[in-house]
């Protein structure tokens, strides 16, 4: 009979510990076989808990088993090394994931263990010296460990296993048996698949929401593809409307230029024809007058009187010298009623041009101003501070930067080149650029100006370069118990509503949009609007006039009531992704299930921190 033929790799006859052909080997009672010495080293380490386990499988033992011999295992390791089975492999080139050995220099090799005394990873060739120095013995080897410290028990240098639950922490065997003994534990891969299912609760939610964005996003996008096509139709239909304008113009002129020339021709006809009739009578007078001048000189009297009947008839009525001839021709009432039509034009193309500017602000606004209620503003609400490097020294903060007060006493500031040295003034830390944003302001006092700038309004001496408001830099809301009006550029507009003591401001920096709010409650009415094109980050600032002016920067809160516990849950993950704090420990409502949510907007949220 043929001798039958195995082919057995080399890893599959090496020891779980040292990786090298099994010496002596021996057989635990799970089924793995090590090297007797290696296996009573690691087993020597156990022996002051009493707690025995598989280095492979972790499984326990107690007491300690007895090693027994394993015959076949030994008999078909040396009939494999008669065949020329040789040592340990060399070591393997680092593929993409794999732990790098820490001795390695020069070339990436792949770890093959990691010893939890050295703290350290190791390839092959230099982990032998831990199965063959004698100093090396009683170290703990183990699998390749990713992030070694962190799964590494600092107290017991050992690894990590089990998870406490009562206090939330990452434990190792020993830490079982002391300060966590009586715990609550599980093993690291009950918790990770406990955490597991939480962590795809959480991923669905967000990928739900993703979804929802990008929904949002896909609806936004071609709405502004609609925009941009329906604005460029727009402009052809306005393109050709006042072309068609513009040459029933043309025509109308011309139409009249051609009626004047036409009157023109009638009349100068009928004044040549006058002319020469006239031309006639005046011949016809001339020759008559010389036959009575020739007669009134002749000396013949029988001549005189036979000739005198015929010439002394007097003309008759025929021979009338009056000729109807109109009144001198004048331009002027041509041109007034020309004129006339020009302003009546004109004025009615300013009238139609405000009705067609409105209409289009109202077709092409995305949101108008008059639509946005409070609680939709409190969705960009931003968290600012007060910056102490920009504040006159007569001005004192408080209340962590959120509160300044005109004080007769100077504040003992340092000195700082972004001071205002000569205007009472101050600005925030935070520069907004690149998104929305709304904040509420408590003012009091007799007059303070509300506002945003751009960084480099003059901080230096006085004049309009460092009033806020009154340049190109800044625009403003001034406040006063006896008028409100809106300043940029040094000119001034009117408010003509009443606001309250609580100013809200909205910005939208990309859009070139600067909005002031009167705040009451929950009912916001706008003040004032600017559509422009900002150009730099905005720092909200404020300018004060008299002794004990203030303005306090409002700590925005919104409120949600959320019916559904799944509700509940997915505006907690939302507030998490926002960076929110969110506090549902009220429950107000009558529902039993109803929940209040708050949350604060945290510092610098959408907002652009100055570089």
């Not at 020993?174 to 966590?180: D, V």
Request: proline fraction near 5%.
């Amino acid at each position: 009979m043929a001798e039958a033929s195995i082919s057995v790799a080399q890893d599959q006859l090496s020891c779980p510990v040292c990786l090298d052909i099994l010496k002596d080997p021996v057989s635990l009672p799970c089924g793995h076989s090590y090297c007797v010495g290696c296996i009573k080293s690691c087993w020597d380490l156990d022996d002051q808990i009493g707690i025995y386990s598989c280095p492979q499988c972790r499984q326990t033992f107690t007491p300690r088993p007895v090693l027994g011999r394993n015959i076949m295992l030994a008999e078909v390791v040396e009939k494999l090394k008669e065949t020329g089975l040789s040592g340990p492999p060399a070591p393997s080139p680092a593929g993409p994931g794999d732990v790098l050995c820490d001795v390695c220099t020069g070339r990436q090799v792949r770890a093959v263990k990691s010893c939890l005394v050295c703290l350290a990873s190791y390839c092959q060739t230099h982990l032998q010296p831990h199965y063959e120095a004698p100093a090396f013995r009683r170290h703990k080897l183990v699998d390749v460990v990713k992030r070694l410290d962190a799964a590494v028990c600092p107290d017991h240098i050992r690894l990590l296993e089990s998870f406490c639950q009562t206090d939330g922490e990452f434990i190792c065997s020993l830490c079982t048996m002391g300060k966590h003994r009586g715990h609550d534990t599980v093993s690291a891969a009950a918790e990770r698949t406990k955490k597991q299912k939480q962590l795809g609760a959480t991923q669905r939610q967000t990928q739900q929401r993703l979804q929802e964005r990008e929904k949002e996003l896909q609806e936004l996008r071609q709405a502004v593809d609609s925009l941009r096509s329906s604005a460029h139709t727009a402009v052809q239909d306005t393109d050709r409307i006042f072309t068609e304008l513009i040459r029933s113009i043309e025509r109308t002129r011309s139409e009249l230029t051609q009626l004047i020339r036409a009157q023109e021709r009638a009349a100068v006809s009928q004044a040549e024809g006058l002319l020469e009739r006239l031309e006639q009578k005046i011949a016809e007078l001339r020759r008559r007058d010389a036959e009575l001048s020739q007669l009134s000189h002749t000396e013949d009297h029988i001549h005189f009187l036979q000739n005198f009947q015929s010439v002394c008839v007097p003309p008759g009525a025929g021979d009338s010298t009056s000729i109807p001839v109109g009144p001198h021709f004048s331009p002027e009432a041509v041109r007034r009623a020309v004129s006339g039509l020009k302003e009546q034009l004109e004025n009615f193309c300013k009238e139609e041009s405000v009705k067609i500017s409105r209409t289009v602000s109202e077709v092409y606004s995305l949101q108008t101003p008059e639509h946005r209620t409070r609680a939709k503003l409190l969705h960009y609400a931003c968290r600012l501070t007060l910056d102490p490097n920009t504040a006159h020294r007569h001005l004192r903060l408080s209340e962590g930067n959120r509160r300044v007060t005109w004080s007769r006493e100077p504040q003992q500031y340092p000195d700082h080149p972004e001071r205002f040295d000569s205007e009472f003034q101050v600005l925030c830390r935070e520069g907004l650029s690149g998104t929305r944003c709304y904040w509420e302001v408590e003012w009091s006092g007799g007059w303070v100006y509300i506002g945003v700038t751009y960084k480099g309004l003059s901080r230096k001496g006085e004049g309009v370069d460092c009033h806020l408001g009154h340049n190109v830099k800044s625009w403003s809301l001034c406040c006063s118990g006896y008028s409100w009006s809106f300043r940029h550029n040094n000119e001034e507009t009117a408010v003509p509503v009443l606001p309250s003591s609580r100013i809200g401001v909205y910005v939208d920096h990309r859009a070139g949009t600067l909005e002031f709010y009167s705040v009451s409650g929950d009912t916001v009415t706008l003040l004032y609007r600017v559509q422009t094109s900002f150009t730099e980050p905005l720092y909200p600032g404020f300018r004060f006039g008299n002794r004990g002016d203030s303005v306090t920067l409002s700590h925005l809160q919104v409120s949600f009531v959320l019916g559904e516990k799944q509700e509940l849950q997915q505006f907690r993950l939302f507030s998490s992704l926002r960076g929110m704090k969110c506090d549902s420990t009220l429950s107000l409502d009558s529902k039993p299930t109803a929940h209040r949510v708050i949350y604060i907007p945290p510092p610098k949220i959408s907002i652009e921190e100055p570089k």
